[in-house]
């Protein structure tokens, strides 16, 4: 993460974050009318504030240490619906509207491509 990044995130926000070590948020991509969990990325504050003004998602790589809206070079660009922070703070929901592929690998979701890890599956409960 850039030092010195003029950021202007709301304070009042900013001031819930739970940033890891390096300053970041996890955030979780969803499809805002299916529910589907498209994928997951980091933000930092200035990230975040790109994503709650621009209506486009913007997320810092930590393997290329840069910003990258999503869709910039693939056409696969991710609409702002929503952004949500959890309870605790150290995790953001970010609702879109999806076009194209949400995985690097071209998948509609990064979890279509990491395969089932043949979890013993609970018995439907009903309340």
Do not use: I
């Not at 926000?13 to 980091?42: F, I």
């Not at 702002?80 to 970010?94: I, K, Q």
């Not at 279509?112 to 979890?119: F, M, P, R, Y």
């Amino acid at each position: 993460m850039p030092e010195n990044t003029p950021v202007g995130l709301d304070p009042q926000v900013a001031e819930r974050l739970k940033r890891d070590d390096a300053g970041l948020v996890c955030a979780v991509v969803q499809q805002h009318d299916t529910g589907q969990v498209l994928m997951v990325g980091w933000m930092d504050d200035e990230a975040l504030h790109r994503t709650l003004t621009s209506g486009r998602v913007t997320f810092w790589s930590r393997s290329r240490q840069e910003y990258w809206r999503k869709g910039d070079t693939s056409g696969h660009v991710q609409h702002v619906r929503s952004v949500a922070l959890d309870c605790d703070g150290d995790a953001v929901l970010v609702q879109v509207d999806q076009v194209g592929a949400a995985c690097h690998t071209g998948a509609r979701t990064c979890f279509e491509a990491g395969g089932d890890l043949g979890a013993v599956v609970a018995p439907e409960v009903r309340a």
